[in-house]
């Protein structure tokens, strides 16, 4: 009588299931999440100290988006850089350009503000095609070619005028003073347009071939080349898409301040940098979202208000606690590509 044997089986090898942390560093949303809920965080705790000073109106909320409807422009445009792997140190002298630019033409020329406007943005848009041009072709490095644009439109500023040129306009002073009201609050027309660029700028970047080239070339630059993607035409785009944006702001921002002067927005292509890390794109490029974007601008505007509401704080302490996110999401960054790596 034969008897069989059975050869036993090794165990199936499993792969250990990730954990909840490395689950949710993977999760790309992460960090637009982080942003909202800061956000939250930081309106409840304006509530529920300064109830009694009014911080509750609804025309607390919606300054924030007047005040800095500028503001959120510029980062829109960095946005697009930032996706695509590059950076933008042009922006803030091309503000101060702009509003030179307009306040000059408008008071000094006596043109029309309609007239203005779109010869302003075409000069912000070639100023970005340029450097988008001349960083592809002759393959500079982005910090060092927009750092030029960065001298070029200030030193272009101090052509115009060293001195301040103040808009007496009554056009200009009417379309500064419009509103949109809303019931509980209003809007400036500044804050509109940024608002409905925002939009624009969501529609382009998800659901147009054009936005997933932007993630495709920030992403991976040799891969994008090899799937046959128009690489030079995204970088110019983006950059040109960055110029258009800078002049734009300007003109809100002219609207805004209603004068032009050779040291306006000194110093705001960081803010509009920093808005757009604290909103979650990735410095290294290819992962984001705009959403992300109007998230940071609006911390950055809560920080403001707060420290406008205390009273006893310097204004400095809005770079102080804009360093501080920064660091806190540049870690929170640093976490996920390792994650992404290992």
Same mark, same amino acid.
């Given at each position: ?11 199936e ?35 529920s ?7 509750g ?66 000069v912000?848009?070639?100023g970005?095609?340029?450097? !988008? ?23 272009? /500023? ?22 949109v009201?809303?019931?509980? !609050? ?44 128009p ?13 258009? /944006? +800078? ?31 604290? !909103? ?5 490029g290819?992962s ?16 403001? +208000? ?20 920064? /660091? ?15």
């Amino acid at each position: 009588m034969s008897t069989t044997t059975k050869t036993p089986t090794a165990p199936e090898s499993r792969t250990p299931a990730p954990s909840r942390a490395a689950t949710l560093l993977g999760d790309r949303r992460l960090p637009v999440l982080v942003t909202a809920g800061l956000f939250l965080a930081m309106y409840v705790a304006g509530l529920s100290r300064y109830q009694n000073y009014g911080f509750g109106e609804p025309q607390v909320f919606m300054n924030l988006f007047i005040d800095n409807g500028y503001l959120l422009v510029a980062a829109v445009g960095v946005t697009f850089v930032i996706l695509s792997g590059g950076i933008d140190l042009s922006v803030g002298s091309v503000i101060g350009f702009t509003t030179m630019f307009t306040a000059w033409l408008v008071e000094r020329q006596g043109l029309p503000i309609l007239v203005v406007i779109p010869m302003a943005l075409a000069v912000g848009a070639f100023g970005g095609f340029l450097m !988008g041009y001349v960083i592809h072709n002759f393959e500079i490095q982005p910090f060092i070619v927009t750092l030029a644009g960065l001298f070029l439109f200030r030193g272009l /500023c101090l052509v115009i005028s060293k001195e301040s040129i103040s808009i007496g306009d009554p056009s200009v002073s009417s379309m500064a003073g419009a509103q949109v009201n809303l019931g509980a !609050g209003f809007l400036s027309i500044g804050a509109i347009v940024a608002l409905v660029v925002l939009a624009g700028a969501f529609y382009v970047l998800h659901y147009t071939r054009f936005g997933r080239r932007v993630y495709a070339v920030g992403g991976n630059e040799q891969s994008a080349l090899l799937m046959g993607l128009p690489q030079g035409g995204t970088k110019i785009a983006v950059y040109t898409i960055s110029g258009f /944006c +800078s002049a734009l702001a300007g003109l809100l921002f002219t609207l805004y301040i209603q004068s032009g002067d050779p040291l306006h927005a000194t110093g705001m292509e960081l803010d509009a940098i920093a808005a757009v890390v604290i !909103g979650g794109t990735l410095l290294t490029g290819g992962s984001g979202y705009v959403i992300g974007t109007l998230f940071g601008v609006l911390v950055l505007g809560l920080i403001k +208000s707060i420290i406008q509401f205390e009273g006893t704080l310097s204004s400095w302490w809005t770079k102080i606690a804009t360093g501080v996110l920064l /660091c806190a999401f540049i870690l929170i960054q640093r976490a996920m590509t390792t994650r992404k790596k290992a």
